[in-house]
């Protein structure tokens, strides 16, 4: 099993500053398709996970653009570039290139 | 719009049995692969169960392999999970999700494993 390591588990952003949140992972997540099958979710208090950010760096439908996804074979990073107060939560990183998908263990956002 | 709705989630015995349902709707519950993903509240995530379009493939992680059954019913837009065997551990709230990439998500079922 693909094991996803998250950092920093927690971080306090001043509202309009950047924020960075890493994952690697133990095995490569690209495919020979070309795709990186690494996605980012967001988990609001008292919500279900949503869906950032999937194959590396595609926002999906409704993502601000202030939310950005990289990296390369097992090391990534989310990148919000301007934190608003609604950026609060757990970020979760999760490869789904091979079963069983795996989770990183998660970044709390607070604001500062 | 989307919908997902899960159900099923009860206070069982370790050693007991459960089946989860999900209601979909609002998409072509049939061109799209499905999975379960469990939360122990102030825990993390762990998918648990995934299965195919048509159900031809089903995959599970390891914890749970021979003692959960994932299956879909796509006429009547519902994935479902059968829990045998059940475990403390197994304590947790249930998701189900859309797609490859969970791209949505139901609010979840919570299931308590405790004598």
């Known amino acids: 099993e693909i094991v996803m390591t998250q950092n920093p588990l927690s971080l306090t952003v001043t509202p309009g500053q950047p924020a960075s949140i890493s994952c690697n992972s133990s095995q490569s997540l690209l495919h020979s398709n070309g795709k990186t099958f690494l996605c980012w979710y967001l988990q609001k208090p008292g919500q279900p996970p949503q869906l950032l950010i999937y194959e590396l760096f595609n926002r999906y439908s409704g993502v601000p653009d202030r939310f950005s996804g990289s990296g390369s074979e097992t090391d990534f990073t989310l990148k919000i570039s301007r934190v608003e107060a609604e950026d609060v939560g757990l970020y979760y990183c999760m490869q789904n290139i091979y079963f069983p998908y795996t989770f990183g263990r998660g970044t709390k956002l607070e604001i500062k | ?115």
């Open chain 2, 1 to 115: 719009e989307v919908k997902l709705v899960e159900s099923g989630g009860v206070l069982v015995q370790p050693g007991g049995s459960l089946r989860l349902s999900c209601a979909a709707s609002g998409f072509i519950f049939n061109n799209y692969w499905m999975s379960w993903v469990r939360q122990v509240p102030g825990k993390g995530l762990e998918w648990v169960a995934g299965i195919k379009q048509d159900g031809s493939e089903k995959f599970y992680v390891d914890s749970v392999r021979g003692r959960f059954t994932i299956s879909r019913d796509n006429a009547k837009n519902s994935l479902y999970l059968q829990m045998n065997t059940l475990r403390a551990e197994d304590t947790a709230i249930y998701h189900c999700a859309k797609n490859w990439a969970l791209d949505y998500w139901g609010q979840g079922t919570p299931v308590t494993v405790s004598s």
